[in-house]
Nanobody, 127 residues
Framework: QAQLVESGGGLVQSGGSLRHSCAAH????????IGWFRQAPGKEREGVSCISSSDGSTYYADSVKGRFTTSADNAKNTVYLQMNSLKPEDTAVYYC????????????????????WGQGTQVTVSS
């Protein structure tokens, strides 16, 4: 069964770091653009970052640029989101998702259609 499995959330103090993982089971992640999204309580879901193996492109929301980095390890079929200098406003449930159809460029940012989603992991940043 094809699915995305996330791990790496948790509780961290302001200024700290966390690394999210998004592992693909039952399909090859390298064919897809992978988006990271987050949703805070009472707020709409927002795009955080995107990485595409088709053209090597990445894209970051202004709110995380310079603090978050997304990378891919195709041998492990896993994409990572490294989050540094975390702020309380980064508190949210984080999700990874694959684009559909596969192979889009992250130069399009979050205008890609994302069809398959991970289960989400909670990140809480205390002040």
């Amino acid at each position: 069964q094809a699915q995305l499995v996330e791990s790496g959330g948790g509780l961290v103090q302001s200024g700290g770091s966390l690394r999210h993982s998004c592992a693909a089971h039952g399909f090859t992640l390298g064919y897809y653009a992978i988006g990271w999204f987050r949703q805070a309580p009472g707020k709409e879901r927002e795009g955080v970052s995107c990485i595409s193996s088709s053209d090597g492109s990445t894209y970051y929301a202004d709110s995380v640029k310079g603090r978050f980095t997304t990378s891919a390890d195709n041998a492990k079929n896993t994409v990572y989101l490294q989050m540094n200098s975390l702020k309380p406003e980064d508190t949210a449930v984080y999700y990874c998702a694959t684009d559909y159809p596969p192979g889009g460029s992250c130069l399009r940012g979050f205008t890609l259609d994302f069809g398959s989603w991970g289960q989400g992991t909670q990140v809480t940043v205390s002040s």
